[in-house]
């Protein structure tokens, strides 16, 4: 729903930008005036600009929300609920009790390696919920542009407005920093796939008895089950006193799960239908998580061109003299006059997060058809 009516809501810029249907009821402000009659100067909005309006208020409601979110649930709640793990770690981790089998190592190794992955995914989502809780409540400033009202002094005006822009683009950097983050991540994730394959095709899923688990992690050992593995702690937290009071249990019965399968792992007579199940999964999912990397980077160029578009806006803000701008400003600008400027980049901004939902929608499905189907590799 949020890339559909994102896409509703540049696409409607576009048509703004473009000035298309330009003799329509989509310019008239009187047309508007038959639903709601605003007082001055709103009642120039045109019923253009109020869809426009009522999707940038949509976005300040749910950008809002999600960053709420981010910075709660899988943010610090999530972060408390780790660290309370970890206590309960600290008291009954089979390691302290004297039990130094490989498989109970091997797990103990592996359930702290998930633990300070996640530990480090909580943080990271409250810094990122921080960026779109900013970006959130600065599209109000936008919502109410859409409707004239920064034509008066009621919430900063144009300067009010610009402020909103300036705090977005900020939010942005770090976004852009986490796209090409996690495209680079999904491509490297792809790399170590296809490597594990190939160690279990090559060994027929013996090596990983032959060294004793110790290439096994967090990440490769939730490649070895076959939905994934998603233990309680990964999902987001509501913090409510019936899930602090069952986590001991939870992480019993885990921590039982992840010793019975590196059990059947290390075994010498590992199964051969699951290394083969395996291996075709890892060989699938290896082609879809470096599509999903690329996928990213086309992500963050379309963002950091609408960061570049609607910076400019900012730009021609501060320096509307062009008489008397620096130089750097001239060649951001690339030679266009402030008017120039201010449009293109809009216009580029709009184009940009236009293109982005479209792809969100489609490329879902489109990586499903075009996944090839990979050839199931028979084991000894």
Known sequence: MDAVVQFARNALCCVK???????TFLYDPSYTAHYYRFPEPLN?????????GFTQFYA??????????????????????????????????????????SANTVSEKIIDDCLSNEGESAIRSLFVGANVFSIGVSFFWLFANSFHVTSTDWIG????????????????????????????????????????????????GKFLAAEKGDSLNAENYGWFVEDGWSPFWSV???????????????????????????ESLLSE?????????????????????KMEGYREYIYFLLNFIAFYGYLLGILVYYFDNEEFQPSYVGTMKMGLSNADADWSGNFAGDVMWTVE?????????????MNPKKAKVKTA
């Not at 930008?17 to 003799?23: A, H, M, Q, V, Y």
């Not at 822009?165 to 792809?190: F, N, R």
Request: aromatic share 4%; glycine share 4%.
């Open 44 to 52: 120039q909005t045109t019923p253009l600009e109020a869809l426009i």
């Open 357 to 369: 939902p479209v792809m969100i929608i489609a490329s879902p499905t489109l990586l499903r058809q």
């Open 236 to 262: 987001n937290a509501t913090g409510s006193a019936q899930e602090i009071a069952a986590e001991e249990k939870m992480l019993t019965k885990e921590i039982e799960a992840v010793q019975y399968k590196v």
């Open 60 to 101: 300040f409601v749910t950008c809002s929300l999600a960053g709420v979110h981010l910075m709660t649930r899988s943010g610090l709640w999530k972060l408390r609920r780790i660290h309370r793990i970890l206590e309960l770690r600290a008291n009954t981790s089979s390691k302290k009790n004297g039990d130094a089998s």
């Open 157 to 204: 005006g144009v300067q009010g407005l610009i402020n909103a822009l300036t705090v977005m683009e900020i939010a942005l950097l770090p976004l852009l920093y986490y796209m090409i983050k996690d495209a680079a991540g999904s491509i490297s994730k792809a790399g170590r796939m296809i490597d594990l394959a190939s160690k279990l095709q090559e060994s027929s």
């Open 17 to 23: 930008d473009l000035n298309i249907f330009p003799e």
């Open 269 to 289: 007579k590992v199964s051969a239908a699951m290394i083969e199940s395996t291996i075709d999964r890892l060989n699938e999912t290896s082609w879809v998580s």
